[in-house]
């Protein structure tokens, strides 16, 4: 199966600006097209919450929280996805993981996603 790997998590400060990927590994190239995206994320005693998806056939959907600050797309031939994430708040902070699923539905909840990858950690500083 499928592992995903992702990178990118830093610490920066309110206002500032991330870029998160997440590549797949042990994969080939015709399965990977139908996967669809997901990016997650999580704080200590809390659940993980859905942050953005992207399906098999590029239609985003993101959480309102983040509706106008993130951007979720996918790098097809480098079977990657990304989360572009701007004017980051304290809210945003957590562990962010990357999670897939076979097919075009959009959702945003954890159950529904097969794969997942260890996360990158997100700080966001005054």
């Known amino acids: 199966g499928a592992r995903l790997v992702e990178s990118g998590g830093d610490s920066v400060q309110t206002g500032g600006s991330l870029r998160l990927s997440c590549v797949v590994q042990g994969e080939n190239w015709n399965r990977y097209l139908r996967y669809s995206w997901a990016w997650f994320r999580q704080v200590p005693g809390k659940g993980r919450e859905g942050v953005a998806v992207?399906?098999?056939?590029?239609?985003?959907s993101y959480a309102e929280s983040v509706k106008g600050r993130f951007t979720i797309s996918q790098e097809k031939r480098k079977m990657t996805a990304f989360l572009e994430m701007n004017k980051l708040t304290s809210e945003d902070a957590g562990m962010y993981y990357c999670?897939?699923?076979?097919?075009?539905?959009?959702?945003?909840?954890?159950?529904?996603?097969?794969?997942w990858g260890q996360g990158t950690q997100v700080t966001v500083s005054s």
């Open positions: 999670a897939a699923r076979w097919g075009v539905k959009l959702t945003l909840e954890t159950t529904d996603y097969k794969y």
């Open positions: 992207i399906t098999a056939d590029d239609t985003a």
